[in-house]
């Protein structure tokens, strides 16, 4: 069975500070991983995705994950926050049937 | 524009009654999902379908029911025999051959 595991319930950082969302999975075949934002009282919006290829994968709003398969992370970065970041993050891996299994967020909060 | 349509936004159930929770997507999907969201606990599926007429049980589908009769259309029943209802209903689906999901905004329902 595949699960992912996020490590910090809530991250706080300053406006313009490197923003790192840590993501490890668990996976009886090659993983499909994802990371999605959620702001409040919406749905899931796609941030980036692994597949297969390159480990680097480039997101939406300046967004990148690293896979690694050596230590099963799948950490989500960002140069530098914005304001507009703050929102709740989830990282998903995917198993049979198609099925998405997530992690348990991480709510980020960008302070002045 | 192709998404897909959640409603209502909020619902209110009285104690021991049913309620139909609406999910339809014009996105051409094959395949639906229905997820609940509590706090701290990410998101759990609920029921699938990856065709019309099927669907499969996910990791909570005591008291909850669906049905599929159009690819269109994924309604979920929380019924009363589901003795904590209170919380936020997500509904995605995705292509054949796609990988991640597409998500709906999300139905919030409170038992009073």
């Known amino acids: 069975a595949q699960s992912v595991t996020q490590l910090g319930s809530h991250v706080s950082v300053s406006e313009g500070a490197l923003v790192l969302l840590r993501c490890n999975y668990s996976s009886s075949v090659p993983p499909y991983l994802f990371w999605y934002v959620q702001y409040p009282n919406q749905g899931l919006q796609l941030l980036l995705k692994?597949?297969?290829?390159?480990?680097l994968v480039k997101g939406i709003n300046g967004f990148e994950a690293e896979f690694k398969k050596s230590e099963t992370s799948f950490h989500l970065t960002k140069p530098s926050a914005h304001m507009s970041d703050a929102a709740e993050y989830f990282c998903a891996v995917r198993g049979g049937g198609n099925k998405l299994t997530f992690g348990t967020g991480t709510q980020l909060k960008v302070e002045l | 524009d192709g998404g897909i349509t959640q409603s209502p936004k909020y619902l209110f159930r009285k104690e021991g009654q049913n309620v139909t929770l609406s999910c339809e997507q014009n996105l051409n999907h094959d395949a639906m999902y229905w997820y609940r969201q509590d706090p701290g606990q990410g998101l759990r599926l609920i029921y699938y379908?990856?065709?019309?007429?099927?669907?499969q049980k996910g990791d909570i589908a005591e008291g909850y029911s669906v049905s599929r009769e159009k690819k269109e259309s994924f309604p979920l029943t929380v019924t009363s025999a589901q003795k904590n209802p209170t919380a936020f209903y997500l509904c995605a689906s995705m292509r054949a051959g796609g990988y991640g999901y597409t998500f709906g905004s999300g139905t919030r329902l409170t038992v009073v």
């Open positions: 379908s990856q065709i019309v007429n099927d669907f």
């Open positions: 692994y597949t297969t290829g390159a480990t």
